[in-house]
């Protein structure tokens, strides 16, 4: 990700906060290390369940594999265990290639409106291919390499002026939500070219396919990055809770020991 105040940022600033801020996901692999496999291993939790239901279309430890999480950047998610890796912003819902081409299906985990839409890039990497590459220099409205920014608007996370907001997810949507404490907007990444079904300005229901789980952008596997965004724009948050979690609460999700048991 990379965030410029629009018309405040100069090309070398935008650069730098590019090297700092984009997103560097640590996808599976045919030989992944990268992922915590969970096999229905109960995640500490608190309070009720949330309100974020289960995203993709796969059960953890039967036919996907987990990257959680680490918003502090400690290299611990929520329990305590390893995360993702360290700064890691969302959880990775990794699967097989095969399983990619067969297609999986990722849903909506709230009610909501679609903000942003990117298809079109190129979703089998990593690969020498351009859509996989490093990208330019970050704009409004830029798309090059696996990066892709929305136009500049009222995006900003103070609420003052013109922002605009890059992801290096290649296949991208990003879902804004209303009237969910603790929930402002989610973000789905990677998605299979030409798969998604949603446009920007149209309702969604919880549970509603979006698309299908692919590996565009800065991938080095098929998976869904599934991030949530807290209270504004771009804001991530750990769905998951735990003694080791940042955020101090219940878990967002509405199964908290194993969200994706429907």
Request: proline letters at 8%.
């Given at each position: 990700?990379c ?7 100069s ?11 984009i997103y ?6 045919a ?22 239901s289960w ?24 329990d ?10 969302g ?6 290639p ?8 990722v849903y909506?985990?709230a ?21 996989c590459?490093r ?15 929305t ?10 002026g013109?922002?605009?907001?890059c ?14 404490p603790?929930?402002?907007a989610?973000?789905?990444d990677h998605f ?5 079904t ?17 590996s ?7 998976h869904?990055h599934f991030e ?25 999700w509405?199964?908290?020991e ?5």
């Amino acid at each position: 990700m990379c965030f410029a105040k629009a018309g405040a940022v100069s090309r070398a600033g935008q650069i730098a906060a590019l090297e700092n801020t984009i997103y560097y996901p640590a996808m599976m692999t045919a030989h992944a290390t990268a992922f915590i496999l969970l096999a229905f291993v109960a995640l500490p939790t608190f309070g009720a369940a949330g309100p974020l239901s289960w995203p993709i279309n796969c059960r953890v430890g039967e036919n996907c594999q987990l990257g959680l999480p680490d918003i502090d950047g400690d290299g611990k998610a929520a329990d305590c265990r390893r995360a993702g890796y360290r700064g890691h912003e969302g959880t990775d819902i990794g699967i097989s290639p095969a399983q990619m081409s067969a297609g999986m299906d990722v849903y909506a985990a709230a009610d909501g409106v679609v903000q942003w839409v990117f298809d079109g890039k190129f979703d089998g990497c990593p690969s020498k291919h351009p859509d996989c590459g490093r990208p330019g220099t970050p704009a409004p409205g830029a798309n090059s390499g696996y990066m892709v920014c929305t136009s500049s608007g009222p995006w900003c996370r103070d609420g003052k002026g013109a922002c605009y907001w890059c992801f290096a997810g290649g296949n991208v949507v990003v879902i804004r939500h209303f009237d969910i404490p603790g929930v402002f907007a989610t973000r789905y990444d990677h998605f299979r070219t030409g798969s998604i079904t949603v446009k920007p300005g149209q309702r969604v229901s919880r549970g509603q396919v979006l698309g299908k789980v692919g590996s565009a952008g800065r991938s080095s596997g098929p998976h869904l990055h599934f991030e949530v965004w807290g209270s504004t724009w771009y804001d991530p948050v750990d769905p998951w809770s735990g003694v080791c979690s940042p955020r101090r609460g219940a878990s967002l999700w509405q199964r908290p020991e194993a969200p994706w048991i429907r």
